[in-house]
Nanobody, 126 residues
Framework: QVQLVESGGGLVQAGGSLRLSCAASGRTFGSETMGWFRQAPGKSREFVAGKNWSGGRTVYANSVKGRSTISRDNAKNTVYLQMNNLKPEDTAVYYC???????????????????WGQGTQVTVSS
């Protein structure tokens, strides 16, 4: 069983930066796809970024492209989402997720992911 724990959220002013972390336990990251999603109040969960470490494919949502970077530290079994130039519309609960299908793709639908963290709140003030 994989457990994912996010951290790094908080309150930041517009234009600021945050680095979200997703620490995994129960299994070492290998070739699976890891994704980041977010959910704002009253809205559905939406894809933010994802990377398949087998083939190297990386996908970013248009809303964060150029402002965000997904990476990982194998030694710490942790995936990161660096977000820069944050905007008030980035305010949401951010979740990391793991897709164990090993298909080599980066899915953008939440139902394609098998394991989820509890989320970390990001609030961007204007």
């Amino acid at each position: 069983q994989v457990q994912l724990v996010e951290s790094g959220g908080g309150l930041v002013q517009a234009g600021g930066s945050l680095r979200l972390s997703c620490a995994a336990s129960g299994r070492t990251f290998g070739s699976e796809t890891m994704g980041w999603f977010r959910q704002a109040p009253g809205k559905s969960r939406e894809f933010v970024a994802g990377k398949n470490w087998s083939g190297g494919r990386t996908v970013y949502a248009n809303s964060v492209k150029g402002r965000s970077t997904i990476s990982r530290d194998n030694a710490k079994n942790t995936v990161y989402l660096q977000m820069n130039n944050l905007k008030p519309e980035d305010t949401a609960v951010y979740y990391c997720a793991a897709d164990r299908s090993l298909e080599g793709t980066v899915a953008i639908t939440p139902t394609s992911y098998d394991y989820w963290g509890q989320g970390t709140q990001v609030t961007v003030s204007s």
